[in-house]
């Protein structure tokens, strides 16, 4: 192989993936060679979701480990659904 050759070579194959990293979304960030996803809001949309869940989770564990109350479970639940 020339040095013409390897020069075409290593041009195309840059190339190549500049192209399937835009393709995918693909951007660099800072100096180092990771790569991450743009943030396109729905990150924070999913964060919002498993914080909602998580309070869901809390309550629901609340309500089955707490019994002296006087509150059934039956009660309770359909606090919640009243709630949302």
């Not at 840059?14 to 990150?43: L, Q």
Request: proline fraction near 2%.
């Amino acid at each position: 192989m020339n040095p013409f050759e390897m020069v075409v070579l290593i041009v195309a194959i840059t190339a190549i993936a500049s192209v399937v990293r835009a393709k995918y979304g693909v951007v660099r960030r800072g100096k180092g060679e990771d790569f991450v996803r743009p943030d396109n809001g729905e990150n924070e949309r999913l964060r919002e979701e498993l914080r909602a869940l998580k309070e869901r989770v809390a309550v629901l564990e609340r309500i089955a480990t707490d019994n002296d109350r006087g509150l059934t479970l039956d009660r309770e639940i359909e606090a919640l659904r009243h709630r949302d």
